[in-house]
């Protein structure tokens, strides 16, 4: 197995499923209503829904700086507004995430191992840094939303 192919089993891992620390993306997803990823049970936090259009931005950057482009996202694009709160917007964003990573495993196909140790763009980090660090957001982010799923739950669970 090369390089490449470990750094998309691993980008697969975290998102898809079969990670070894436990629920990937995909999974803690799973079964999260429109209404529990608007709710904040954590005052300062952010919610579900931001984290998950988070995550998008920060995969859809980091294929964009795959492809040539630095993707400097600014306050808004780094954590997008939550307009819509139906459960259609949500299969949406959901939609959009799902799009965002398969979009970033197809321009990681594109790689050669050869280019893994080379700045993704001047002055920026390597490819392989980068591309480690996107799989590292993805799991910090899926902790996140792990915890504030729990949250969610206890505090209906409390309040019935």
């Known amino acids: 197995m090369t390089e490449l192919e470990r750094i998309q089993d691993q980008m ?3 998102y898809e499923g079969e990670a070894w620390h436990g629920p990937s ?3 803690t997803l799973a ?3 429109a209404k529990t990823a608007t709710s904040r049970p954590l005052p300062g936090a952010h919610n579900i829904w931001e984290l998950v259009l988070h995550i998008a931005a920060w995969k859809a950057a980091v294929r964009r700086r795959l492809e040539g482009d630095r993707a400097q996202l600014s306050p808004e694009e780094d954590w997008p507004a ?3 709160t139906d459960e259609a917007a949500w299969n949406s964003t959901r939609d959009a995430l799902e799009r ?3 979009n970033l495993l197809a321009a990681v196909a594109r790689l050669d191992d050869s280019m893994l140790h080379e700045p993704i763009l001047p002055g920026m980090s390597s490819r392989y840094i980068t591309l480690h660090g996107v799989i590292q957001h993805d799991l910090y982010h899926t902790g996140q939303i792990g915890i504030l799923k729990k949250a969610q739950t206890s505090a209906e669970n409390f309040s019935n």
Do not use: F, G, L, N
Request: no cysteine; proline share 0%.
């Open 12 to 14: 697969k891992r975290a």
């Open 25 to 27: 993306v995909r999974e």
């Open 31 to 33: 079964d999260i209503s």
């Open 82 to 84: 939550v307009i819509e």
């Open 100 to 102: 965002a990573h398969a």
